[in-house]
């Protein structure tokens, strides 16, 4: 079923970004070729509230795939951008806001105890790849298939099956022996991690992995891996990068880090951060142990340097934004994502469809499958087309899912009763809609 919505302006605009833009989008998954339709051009946003140009409003569950914690335009961040930008946009030198930004991580995080402000969260893994082979002057990386850690060359690796398997390159244009360099391993194996370890333990720089992954949908550790992590890094000496760019600060005030709490016992080396603590402007970071961190430049012989880093408008509002994020609004993330999901999963229940509510802190996402997921081969054999048909059904109500049935769903502490209302009252028809077998495919 489709609801009338008017989407002319939206698919004007795609239709001429396509000429001066390949695909028309920035980035790959807003282009909706996972689910099909037009992706709408959003003019404005408020609160939870997202509004596009032909003027149809959504309640938002992207959320900037993140960094909007506390919803769209929130007047503290307004504030505290509004007043940096009136001091200048950039200027190249030292100034004040990015040691508070650090300060403000190195204080919630506690094994980081320096960090380097960098502009994205491609560049923050990058980098610390690059500290890792440097500080162990071993070259190769272990990662997990479904992890993804932005579009850095030796992370574009997808796992072949089996163990330790040298993987090939997931993207036209990465090097063989960029690629060669990375072992991807399925996540949650402590098997496979043991044996990739055991053939080539000491040319290991580092094994990099999302806290709680998030970008196969929400796949969280199992117990104990996190700490096997740990344990076989230490015993043959590689370092231990947790990648926080979407965990961090979001599922708690420590990211997933201070959420699964066993601090002493599993502390990574490194960690990487972005999404929240830039506040929806562009900064991320890396960081750890101060005698890691004292290897890179100007101290040390690891290079690194941006133009933009640290840049006083982005860590203004990654500051006002962080400092505004409180135990409530952490409490309200968790009532907020349970009431959505419970609702979600008893309207699929009852319209008979097979489907995984899955949980790290407040992310989650629902797997169209009837089995629980714990790596990427499990990931892939959901119901896409289920999902496809239910991200529709939703979007024609008003609601703007993740347009992949491979994300995370996310909440604000913007998303107040009328946002949930309006949520909760579209699960029904989009439940039936994947259900129904026999509607128009949309893909
Ligand atoms: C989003 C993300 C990245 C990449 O960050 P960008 O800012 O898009 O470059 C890296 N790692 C994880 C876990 C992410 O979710």
Redesign the pocket.
């Known amino acids: 079923m489709r609801m009338s919505q008017n989407t002319s302006t939206s698919q004007a605009l795609l239709d001429h970004a396509r000429s001066v833009t390949p695909g028309g989008v920035n980035s790959p998954v807003r282009a909706f070729r996972a689910v099909g339709g037009t992706p709408r051009f959003i003019r404005e946003a408020k609160g939870p509230w997202l509004t596009d140009v032909d003027g149809n409003r959504y309640v938002d569950l992207i959320c900037s795939?993140?960094p909007m914690i506390l919803g769209h335009a929130d007047p503290r961040v307004m504030d505290a951008v509004q007043q940096a930008a009136s001091r200048g946009f950039s200027f190249g030198t030292p100034s004040e806001n990015e040691v508070a930004l650090a300060t403000e991580i190195v204080s919630r995080v506690e094994p980081v105890e320096q960090v380097r402000l960098v502009s994205?969260?491609?560049?923050?893994?990058m980098s610390a790849i690059r500290l890792a082979r440097g500080a162990t002057q071993r070259s190769k990386i272990v990662k997990f298939a479904g992890?993804?850690?932005?579009?850095v060359d030796a992370l574009l690796a997808f796992a072949g099956s089996g163990l330790a398997t040298f993987a090939l390159p997931d993207s036209a244009g990465v090097p063989a022996s960029s690629a060669g360099e990375t072992i991807v391993l399925p996540y949650n194996d402590v098997d496979a991690l043991d044996a990739a370890f055991a053939e080539h333990g000491d040319e290991v720089a580092a094994v990099i992995t999302?806290a709680s992954p998030?970008?196969m949908g929400v796949v969280p550790p199992v117990p104990g891996f996190t700490k096997a992590l740990r344990d076989i890094t230490t015993k043959h000496g590689a370092l231990l990068i947790s990648?926080?760019?979407?965990t961090g600060f979001r599922c708690s005030a420590a990211g997933w880090f201070g959420h699964e709490g066993q601090q002493g016992e599993t502390a990574p080396d490194l960690f990487?951060f972005?999404?929240v603590m830039g506040g929806g402007f562009p900064a991320?970071a890396f960081g750890g142990r101060r005698d890691l961190m004292e290897l890179l430049a100007p101290d040390g012989p690891v290079y690194q340097a941006g133009t933009l880093a640290g840049n006083p408008i982005a860590t203004a509002a990654g500051l006002a934004t962080l400092q505004a994020c409180t135990p409530e609004v952490y409490a309200h993330l968790d009532r907020v994502a349970h009431t959505i999901a419970d609702a979600a999963s008893s309207e699929l229940m009852k319209a008979g469809v097979p489907h995984q509510v899955q949980w790290a802190s407040s992310m989650f996402s629902i797997f169209f499958t009837d089995e629980a997921v714990t790596n990427y081969d499990g990931a892939k054999k959901q119901d896409i087309h289920a999902f496809a048909r239910f991200f529709d059904a939703m979007l024609a109500q008003g609601v703007h899912l993740p347009p992949s049935s491979f994300e995370a769903w996310f909440v604000s502490a913007s998303h107040d009763d009328e946002a949930v209302a309006h949520i909760v009252e579209a699960l029904p028809t989009a439940a039936r809609a994947a259900a129904s077998t026999d509607s128009a495919a949309t893909l």
């Open positions: 795939w993140g994205s969260g491609t560049e923050a893994t992890c993804y850690h932005g579009h999302e998030g970008n990648d926080e760019v979407m990487t972005g999404k991320a």
